[in-house]
């Protein structure tokens, strides 16, 4: 599900090959030594000895951005992403996964660690731009703090499946931005340690502010979401780990990372050790098809979904999802495509209320389809260029086959 979106971000912590734009360092690199004995003092961890710096441009980060992504992702990875973000009605049919994941972080980058060379960029900015480097100065020497003790490369890495890497993404992101809003408390004297009820104020800090950011502003929903998920849910991961362990939690979400996305929005999961349930999907009756591609579709997915489709109203509904998954197949001939989809529920009761939602989202996401009538438990119809559909319930499971050929082989 995040083949492209979870490396793009990742991007911004390689990116050496970059040539420095500005010929002298600001003055505000002065301060790294600094900023790095409070981090220290603040978590307990030894700092790294030295930090190198430098700054580069936005023009220079964008290529470098496009170059990786011919390096690092297959132009058929790209595509089955897109793809699948299309099928499940996350994005619109007219999405552009690739110009459009580039253009935002090009818009949204202020600064990034470089955990293969040790090395910290500030993109170069002037004026009103250059006021809030400090910050973001303070949110990336705390990933070079980590990056000292944990390996950060490695780290990431060892998150086998988008979900996993994700979670990781999330503690590296969430901890730097937690030690960026306690470092400016550890300036006034005081800490959210002290000082929870904080948090969240501190938390909605970061927010992008409406008109400034445009590319931001006109991305889907999801891709807003997604690159904000990491600061905004990492930074109350943190904030609940760190009340619960102290100083050692800085080093226990390294030590025992979390295991998915859900355990980040809810981190008593995490403590208590609470893993996604793995259903079975739909069976498939189509010739000729192949597997494009499988992931998860897990609670952020879900919430996503009701709240673009059904409402905000209907978003609390994905807190009950216990687990989902998603393949898509292509027709090697046609290049037809069908999504086989499941979501599990904590009950039963659940699942009926997503059944009802999820004819909404069908809806929405197929505005052409014309439905047969609806059972307690089944739904099928057919969308015009895109085959039939069926959807069931059973038990605490949601199920859905669509793009099933006109023939029904």
Same mark, same amino acid.
């Given at each position: 599900?995040?083949?492209?979106?979870?490396?793009?971000?990742?991007?911004?912590?390689?990116?050496?090959?970059?040539?420095?734009?500005?010929?002298?360092?600001?003055?505000?690199?002065?301060?790294?030594?600094?900023?790095?004995?409070? !981090?220290?003092?603040?978590? =307990?961890?030894?700092?790294?000895? *030295?930090?190198?710096?430098?700054?580069?441009?936005?023009?220079?980060?964008?290529?470098?951005?496009?170059?990786?992504?011919?390096?690092?992702?297959?132009?058929?990875?790209?595509?089955?992403?897109?793809?699948?973000?299309?099928?499940?009605?996350?994005?619109?049919?007219?999405? $552009?996964?690739? *110009?459009?994941?580039?253009?935002?972080?090009?818009?949204?980058?202020?600064?990034?660690?470089?955990?293969?060379?040790?090395?910290?960029?500030?993109?170069?900015?002037?004026?009103?731009?250059?006021?809030?480097?400090?910050?973001?100065?303070?949110? +990336?020497?705390?990933?070079?703090?980590?990056?000292?003790?944990?390996? !950060?490369?490695?780290?990431?890495?060892?998150?086998?499946?988008?979900?996993?890497?994700?979670?990781?993404?999330?503690?590296? +992101?969430?901890?730097?931005?937690?030690?960026?809003?306690?470092?400016?408390?550890?300036?006034?004297?005081?800490?959210?340690?002290?000082?929870?009820?904080?948090?969240?104020?501190?938390?909605?800090? %970061?927010?992008?502010?409406?008109?400034?950011?445009?590319?931001?502003? #006109?991305?889907?929903?999801?891709?807003?979401?997604?690159?904000?998920?990491?600061?905004?849910?990492?930074?109350?991961?943190?904030?609940?780990?760190?009340?619960?362990?102290?100083?050692?939690?800085?080093? +226990?979400?390294?030590?025992?990372?979390?295991? #998915?996305?859900?355990?980040?929005?809810?981190?008593?999961?995490?403590?208590?050790? /609470?893993?996604?349930?793995?259903?079975?999907?739909?069976?498939?009756?189509?010739?000729?098809?192949?597997?494009?591609?499988?992931?998860? /579709?897990?609670?952020?997915?879900?919430?996503?979904?009701?709240?673009?489709?059904?409402?905000?109203?209907?978003? %609390?509904?994905?807190?009950?999802?216990? %687990?989902?998954?998603?393949?898509?197949?292509?027709?090697?001939?046609?290049?037809?495509?069908?999504?086989?989809?499941?979501?599990?529920?904590?009950?039963? +009761?659940?699942?009926?209320?997503?059944?009802?939602?999820?004819?909404?989202?069908?809806?929405?996401? !197929?505005?052409?389809?014309?439905? $047969?009538?609806?059972?307690?438990?089944?739904?099928?119809?057919?969308?015009?260029?895109?085959?039939?559909?069926?959807?069931? !319930?059973?038990?605490?499971?949601? @199920? @859905? /086959?669509?793009?099933?050929?006109?023939? =029904?082989?």
């Amino acid at each position: 599900m995040r083949r492209l979106i979870v490396p793009l971000l990742l991007l911004l912590n390689a990116a050496t090959a970059v040539p420095a734009q500005s010929p002298a360092k600001p003055q505000l690199f002065d301060d790294i030594q600094e900023i790095l004995a409070d !981090l220290s003092q603040i978590t =307990g961890l030894a700092a790294p000895p *030295k930090v190198d710096s430098d700054t580069i441009s936005k023009e220079g980060l964008k290529q470098f951005l496009e170059d990786r992504i011919q390096e690092m992702v297959k132009p058929e990875e790209i595509r089955a992403e897109e793809t699948t973000l299309k099928l499940l009605g996350l994005v619109p049919a007219d999405f $552009d996964l690739k *110009k459009m994941t580039v253009d935002l972080l090009t818009e949204q980058a202020a600064a990034f660690y470089d955990y293969q060379k040790k090395k910290l960029f500030v993109i170069d900015a002037t004026g009103a731009g250059a006021l809030s480097q400090r910050p973001v100065l303070v949110h +990336e020497l705390a990933h070079a703090l980590a990056d000292h003790h944990f390996n !950060l490369e490695k780290y990431i890495l060892k998150g086998k499946s988008d979900e996993a890497a994700t979670a990781r993404q999330a503690v590296m +992101e969430g901890q730097a931005t937690w030690l960026m809003s306690e470092y400016m408390l550890f300036k006034m004297g005081t800490s959210l340690r002290k000082a929870p009820e904080m948090a969240d104020a501190m938390n909605s800090v %970061g927010g992008t502010a409406q008109g400034a950011f445009p590319v931001f502003d #006109s991305s889907p929903l999801y891709l807003r979401e997604s690159l904000l998920f990491p600061y905004t849910k990492g930074f109350s991961f943190t904030q609940s780990v760190i009340l619960k362990y102290g100083n050692s939690g800085f080093s +226990e979400v390294y030590k025992n990372p979390p295991a #998915s996305i859900q355990q980040i929005l809810h981190p008593q999961k995490y403590f208590d050790g /609470v893993k996604p349930t793995k259903p079975p999907l739909p069976k498939f009756k189509g010739r000729g098809y192949s597997k494009l591609i499988e992931g998860a /579709v897990g609670e952020f997915e879900h919430q996503i979904l009701l709240r673009l489709y059904a409402g905000e109203d209907a978003e %609390g509904l994905a807190t009950e999802w216990r %687990g989902g998954r998603v393949r898509i197949l292509e027709n090697k001939k046609t290049k037809a495509t069908a999504m086989l989809y499941v979501s599990d529920w904590t009950d039963a +009761e659940s699942a009926a209320s997503y059944f009802a939602h999820y004819r909404t989202i069908l809806r929405g996401k !197929l505005p052409d389809a014309r439905f $047969d009538p609806a059972t307690a438990s089944e739904l099928s119809g057919f969308a015009p260029g895109k085959g039939r559909l069926h959807v069931t !319930l059973q038990g605490t499971r949601v @199920s @859905s /086959v669509e793009g099933i050929p006109d023939t =029904g082989k």
